[in-house]
């Protein structure tokens, strides 16, 4: 995740976790050590499965969904203020 706007969260990774329809957020350090997991409960399950997330033009994030032909759906996730 880049940008100023994702606070603490910037320079993490951001990854759809299809089968248990959630987005998994992991923090490491330089090193490559993870330090921390996240994973945004506003996001649990409500949107259905989670089949890819990467980062904008805009520095927002974009997920896509897997449901079916007449369900799926890109995700636009903008951090709170």
């Known amino acids: 995740m880049r940008g100023r ?26 090193a490559g050590t993870l330090l921390r997991t996240f994973k945004p409960a506003v996001l649990d399950g409500d949107q259905g499965r989670l089949r890819s997330a990467v980062m904008g033009p805009d520095n927002n994030l974009y997920l896509t969904t897997s449901n079916n032909q007449d369900a799926d759906r890109i995700l636009r996730v903008v951090p709170r203020a």
């Open 5 to 30: 706007k994702w606070g603490a969260w910037q320079g993490a990774l951001a990854m759809a976790v299809l089968g248990s329809q959630e987005l998994l957020i992991l923090k490491f350090d330089a």
